[in-house]
């Protein structure tokens, strides 16, 4: 296991279960731990946005909501928002603040 790949472990564990989604999400969750790495505590919903359409990109092209995140209904936007404060939480405990 590498080092994202314990990061993004971390990260998962601090999603609620019920907003995680069924397909694989390995690969989501290193973005993730990418994210947290890059960006640490500053991480944006928008950036968590852009990290799901990335992934989702090669799962289904056609996606209702790979769109920009501004572009997206406020109940869309909210569901990135547990996904952030888990990045957020993970960043503040290793200390990966904005440069």
């Known amino acids: 296991m590498t080092y994202l790949?314990?990061?993004?472990?971390?990260?998962?564990?601090?999603?609620?279960?019920?907003?995680?989604?069924?397909?694989?999400?390995?690969s989501l969750f290193r973005l993730y731990?990418?994210?947290?790495?890059?960006k640490g505590s500053s991480v944006e919903v928008a950036d968590v946005h852009n990290a799901w359409a990335a992934w989702m990109q090669e799962r289904d092209p056609s996606h209702r909501s790979l769109r920009p995140f501004e572009?997206?209904?406020?109940e869309t936007q909210a569901s990135d928002i547990?996904?952030?404060?888990?990045?957020?939480?993970?960043?503040?405990?290793?200390?990966?603040?904005?440069?």
């Open 71 to 74: 572009e997206l209904d406020a």
């Open 33 to 38: 731990a990418l994210l947290a790495l890059a």
């Open 5 to 26: 790949d314990e990061l993004a472990d971390e990260i998962e564990r601090h999603v609620p279960a019920e907003v995680l989604p069924d397909d694989d999400i390995r």
């Open 82 to 99: 547990p996904f952030t404060e888990a990045i957020r939480e993970v960043a503040e405990r290793l200390g990966q603040t904005p440069a």
